[in-house]
């Protein structure tokens, strides 16, 4: 039996409260330091991509800035324009949304970015319906929820208009004059729909991908048909092997429903590791981690927009509250709250009165990711296992530091991985849709 190889990329671990900033070695998430180190550690692991997320506004909760967004969010293609020249190979992926953009602008901001990286650009294709985050926009939250994705299917649409519409022989090189562009061989793009009406040119071919890698990491049922239409791969926060293998089922049926190889859309959950010389002393070290980044207050801040009320009064080492939230509550700006509220309250008190669970301890277990733990050679195999099994395709890594989090993952498992035969020894192209082989 062939066994699958392992696909990797390194999120940045920027704003999130899985990232522990009281650690002494834990560094900038906005000195332009921090971004190379995390690429050139992923490059030295031969990893596909290097991922950033996107912020378009910062969090609030009642009504104040969220502590963990003080810091700031930079701009996605700044970040990955500079990163092309200080890297060779690994893929240079960002969020970008397309609710609040326009297809021109981003179509020829991938484009420049593919040029600049040789063929190495990837796009995370992302929707939003939240007026909170659209404040920040001279439309605000004009989009309404349903609409979402019928913006972005058009959106793709005209961007995939701009990337084509310079033919092959409308750049040409002459040995005198160097290169010039034949104007013959660049052909208008017109558009008119619901969402757009566009009548114009792309200001510059398409790059060496001819389109970007496209992600996509919506999880509702309009997401995953969305992204097995278009995309190239898709980010999931499922983690288990159960629930991996679900998803990766029904993604690639839906793939092969709408005329595609499944194949060609590879499957990459969010996965978090903590490393041990031996498995008790990375379950001990996971617990310290999970300590670090769940503080009273952070529980008390997390249990708060669960029940859509101010809960300072509770200690967060005592129980939790024993009445139902709020179900229409605006107590956090810019963070969905998922599910049924009163459900979820009622699974929480279940689940903290079955396990003496305090609030800070009920917060630690209901928010854990901690998918992966153990010694290297542990982690080797479980990784190994959920790709195998065909729970996904590989892996995007979340450090809990920045930005050393990745280094020791890269120089103690990736070699195991090698060792056992599922892991490249070398990137197979130059390309970022080559090295993905798609």
């Excluded at 967004?69 to 930079?74: C, F, Y």
């Excluded at 179509?107 to 420049?112: G, I, L």
Aim: aromatic letters at 10%; hydrophobic letters at 40%.
């Amino acid at each position: 039996m062939i066994r699958k190889l392992i696909h990797l990329a390194a999120h940045f671990p920027g704003v999130n409260n899985t990232t522990v900033w009281t650690d002494p070695t834990a560094g900038s998430q906005i000195d332009f330091d921090s971004f190379v180190h995390l690429a050139r550690t992923a490059e030295r692991g031969l990893f596909d991509f290097f991922f950033l997320a996107e912020g378009l506004r910062l969090r609030e909760h009642r009504g104040r800035i969220h502590d963990l967004d003080v810091v700031g969010r930079p701009d996605t293609f700044t970040v990955l324009a500079a990163l092309a020249g200080v890297t060779e190979r690994i893929g240079l992926t960002g969020t970008i949304n397309t609710t609040f953009n326009e297809p021109f602008e981003v179509a020829r901001q991938f484009a420049t970015l593919d040029h600049l990286s040789e063929g190495r650009a990837g796009w995370n294709i992302v929707t939003s319906s939240d007026a909170f985050t659209g404040a920040n926009f001279r439309r605000g939250g004009f989009l309404h929820h349903a609409d979402r994705y019928r913006r972005a299917d058009e959106f793709l649409t005209v961007a995939r208009k701009f990337w084509d519409s310079w033919a092959p022989k409308a750049v040409v090189a002459d040995s005198k004059t160097g290169v010039y562009v034949d104007p013959d061989g660049i052909r208008s793009v017109q558009h008119s729909g619901a969402q757009f009406d566009v009548r114009g040119f792309a200001t510059l071919p398409a790059g060496p991908q001819g389109h970007p890698v496209l992600l996509q990491a919506g999880d509702s049922d309009e997401g995953r048909t969305f992204g097995a239409r278009y995309a190239d791969a898709l980010f999931t926060l499922h983690g288990s092997l159960e629930d991996g293998q679900r998803y990766y089922a029904d993604v690639k049926g839906r793939a092969r429903a709408a005329g595609r190889d499944p194949e060609q859309l590879k499957v990459f959950p969010a996965a978090t590791f903590v490393l041990g010389d031996t498995d008790d002393e990375a379950q001990d070290k996971a617990r310290q981690i999970r300590y670090q980044q769940v503080s009273g207050a952070t529980a008390i801040t997390m249990l708060e927009q669960v029940w859509g009320r101010e809960l300072t009064d509770f200690d967060p080492d005592g129980p939790l509250p024993d009445f139902d939230p709020i179900v229409d509550s605006d107590i956090t700006q810019g963070r969905v709250r998922h599910g049924d509220p009163v459900a979820v309250a009622r699974r929480f008190r279940e689940r903290a009165e079955a396990e003496k669970l305090s609030i800070r301890e009920l917060v630690i277990a209901v928010t854990s990711r901690q998918q992966f733990v153990g010694t290297a050679g542990h982690i080797a195999d479980e990784m190994d296992r959920y790709v195998q099994a065909d729970a996904c395709d590989g892996f995007i890594l979340v450090p809990h530091l920045t930005p050393h989090g990745l280094d020791e993952f890269v120089d103690q498992v990736v070699p195991l991985l090698q060792e056992r035969g599922v892991y490249r020894s070398e990137y197979p192209g130059t390309t970022l849709r080559e090295n993905l082989g798609i």
